[in-house]
């Protein structure tokens, strides 16, 4: 170890390690510099701008893991792995993005490319596995075995964590909690159906239901919220009704999955007390013979995305 500088000897190589970390979503990028213990180093926002296609966005993707990964040697740290997130359909055995309509992907490679690049090993994730993995492990689900993360925001996607392993079923689709019909004949959704909870219970669909009923254009689930604790009654039948479907949906997944705690997350949950404890009452209801999960906030916020990918990607660096 004779050539150690001054500097590598005064950290030890064990925490010098970090991630490199994008979570790729429709609209933005969140990245970061991830260490061991899920602790972020640096942080930085890029937009996606899908509209620029595919092979432009995976430009930007390999630029910025590039960029992460030359900050994280300027700072004197060493980048052992990528882990990147995206959303839709993941082959993560494959390292593929096979089907993400909001950042255009289809059928890319997602992960090979970024070891090309960086030659760095790296692990490509399903965008609410990976924040559902990051809440199990270091978040507001750490005391249980069984989670359920739940993110409500445009839409509405689940994730069932088991002892901090996601669960991505047969073909990398589990966890399409928006997708069930609460509500048989309700209102139209884009995959076909009618009457599913995404159609109801996300911010966009609350925010687009007070808009039409109240004559509001552009108001957001936000004003819903905020409306109805004015005593708004319109904005209170809505938030009710929205409140009611996600119990609905809620109490069928604990059928299916019962689980210690759902961990709420995504734009959503920022409503804090004012959705979860209808929400709690809502299920505590709606449940006969099975057992009521506690339902909490989710506590990393819009960096567990990045913080799973890390964590997915340390996991696979000790699994080789
Ligand atoms: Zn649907």
Redesign the pocket.
């Known amino acids: 170890m004779g050539d150690c500088t001054g500097e590598s000897e005064a950290v030890p190589p064990a925490q010098r390690r970090v991630v490199v970390a994008l979570d790729v979503g429709g609209t933005g990028m969140k990245c970061a510099l991830v260490r061991p213990d899920g602790t972020v180093h640096h942080a930085e926002r890029h937009p996606t701008r899908a509209d620029r296609g595919p092979e432009a966005v995976l430009g930007t993707i390999l630029d910025v893991a590039e960029g992460l990964a030359r900050k994280a040697r300027a700072d004197g740290l060493e980048p052992v792995a990528a882990g990147v997130a995206v959303p839709g359909v993941v082959d993560e055995e494959n390292g593929i993005a096979v089907w993400s309509s909001n950042v255009g992907f289809r059928d890319v490679p997602v992960r090979a490319r970024i070891e090309e690049r960086l030659g760095l090993p790296t692990i490509l994730g399903h965008d609410v596995r990976v924040g559902g993995t990051a809440e199990a492990r270091l978040g507001a689900g750490r005391a249980h075995r069984h989670v359920l993360f739940v993110a409500i925001g445009t839409g509405i996607a689940a994730a069932l964590i088991v002892d901090g392993a996601g669960y991505g079923g047969a073909h990398g689709g589990a966890g399409?909690l928006?997708?069930i019909?609460v509500r048989p004949g309700g209102p139209a959704?884009?995959?076909?159906?009618h009457g599913?909870?995404?159609?109801l219970g996300s911010a966009r669909a609350i925010g687009l239901r007070y808009a039409e009923l109240a004559g509001v254009p552009g108001a957001t689930a936000h004003d819903v919220v905020t409306r109805a604790g004015q005593g708004d009654a319109l904005a209170r039948m809505v938030w009710r009704e929205a409140i009611e479907a996600l119990a609905d949906g809620m109490v069928i997944a604990q059928a299916l999955y019962d689980v210690g705690v759902f961990v709420i997350g995504g734009g959503l949950a920022e409503a804090g007390d004012a959705l979860l404890g209808p929400l709690r009452s809502g299920v505590g209801e709606r449940v006969t013979f099975h057992r009521v999960p506690e339902i909490v906030r989710a506590e990393l916020g819009d960096n567990a995305g990045c913080i799973g990918a890390a964590l997915l990607a340390l996991d696979h660096l000790e699994s080789v």
Do not use: F, I
């Not at 599913?196 to 159609?199: F, P």
């Open positions: 399409e928006g997708h019909v959704c884009p995959c076909g159906q599913c909870l995404e159609s």
